[in-house]
């Protein structure tokens, strides 16, 4: 489990709550896990599956049940608070009153585990201020108060703190909650890339799957009442981790795309042929949503059912029974769909 680029590890990780009188509420037992430098690793699962109590428990926020965790090699549960603040940088989801303070005076808040809660900036600490702003690319908000940035400017500043902390693990809760698409991925892409050229660890949950198989370089998939599956994103997808992350018959993991989508119930079948993947893919997804079971040609020879020959995204032929009609879009053919049934 430990290698030079490892900075935290788990064995036999039980998470939960103390209840009070000795009792115990275990959420998971025996995790067994690594987070490594240079690397973005997203935990993934449903709502209620431990991701937030696994995140607390790393930060050292809640302490485990049992086994033990070690950062940059020493037994977590024995670092003084100031150690731990110069080692985990931590984000969470909550909307924190920062909107009377600027950028530069959020970001420089990362300095008090070097300075303390009252400490002065010296040169050395204003620049490293300075180039957390400039590496999250909001250097020209710098003087801007936090309440007039969007939200996804918001993250940034955020995570311009967490690198002014100057700390080897960031921990992220859920940053892209609140986010637009295009701040959701400017953010994952900014994480991944702060990753790999700073050479930190970062672990963050997450619900935005697609994001997270396009940028993870591993993934931490956490099922209720199951453990967690752990590995770099290509081998858990290719060897059907993900196909089982939702215990739901009506819901499921695309593969060859990377995506989830509602299980069909379909009304009657359509055998489709299609010049390239993309055309297929796109002519299965229409189908599918207007209640038709696919059949995929070549191979497929069924005289008695309709047959749809998508040439381009304007050449749509359907051959029915009755005779074979031409479209130039989909509009059209769903709609023709439509009234047949």
């Known amino acids: 489990m430990e290698s030079a680029t490892t900075i935290l590890s788990a064995q036999q990780l039980s998470i939960g709550y103390r209840t009070g009188h000795k009792g115990v509420k275990p959420v998971h037992d025996h995790l067994t896990f690594a987070l ?11 709502n ?7 995140l607390r428990t790393l930060a050292a926020a809640q302490p485990p049940l049992a086994g033990e965790i070690r950062l940059e090699g020493r037994d977590l549960s024995t670092l003084s608070e100031r150690e731990l603040s110069r080692l985990i940088g931590v984000v969470l989801t909550d909307k924190t009153q920062t909107g009377g303070l600027t950028v530069y005076e959020l970001a420089a808040l990362g300095r ?3 300075t303390g809660f009252f400490g002065r900036l010296d040169r050395h600490d204003q620049q490293v201020v300075e180039e957390a702003i ?5 250097a020209h908000k710098a003087h801007t108060y936090m309440a007039q940035l969007s939200d996804g400017e ?5 995570i311009a703190k967490v690198l002014a902390q100057e700390c080897p693990l960031v921990i992220l809760d859920e940053p892209t909650a609140f986010l637009d698409a295009v701040s959701r991925i400017e953010t994952m892409t900014l994480l991944h890339r702060i990753a790999t050229t700073q050479q930190k660890a970062i672990l963050l949950s997450t619900h935005d799957i697609e994001q997270a198989l396009v940028l993870a370089d591993r993934l931490w998939l956490l099922r209720k009442g199951q453990g967690m599956s752990c590995g770099v994103t290509e081998d858990l997808i290719l060897n059907g981790d ?3 992350l939702f215990d739901r018959r009506d819901i499921c993991f695309d593969r060859a795309h990377g995506s989830y989508y509602p299980s069909v119930r379909w009304e009657q079948e359509i055998v489709v042929e299609a010049t390239d993947d993309t055309l297929l893919h796109w002519t299965v997804n229409a189908l599918n ?7 995929i040609a070549p191979g497929e020879s069924s005289p008695a059912l309709p047959r749809l020959t998508v040439t381009d995204a304007h050449t749509l032929t359907l051959h029915t029974t009755t005779g074979t009609q031409t479209f130039n879009d ?3 053919l769903i709609e023709r769909l439509k009234k047949q049934n």
């Open 289 to 295: 949503r207007n209640s038709y079971g696919c059949r």
């Open 36 to 46: 490594h430098r240079g690397e973005l690793t997203c935990l993934l699962g449903a």
């Open 48 to 54: 209620g599956s431990g991701k937030s109590t696994l």
């Open 134 to 138: 400039e590496a999250v690319g909001i």
């Open 330 to 332: 989909f509009a059209t």
């Open 154 to 158: 918001k993250q940034k500043a955020m």
């Open 112 to 114: 008090q585990p070097h």
């Open 242 to 244: 993900l196909d089982t």
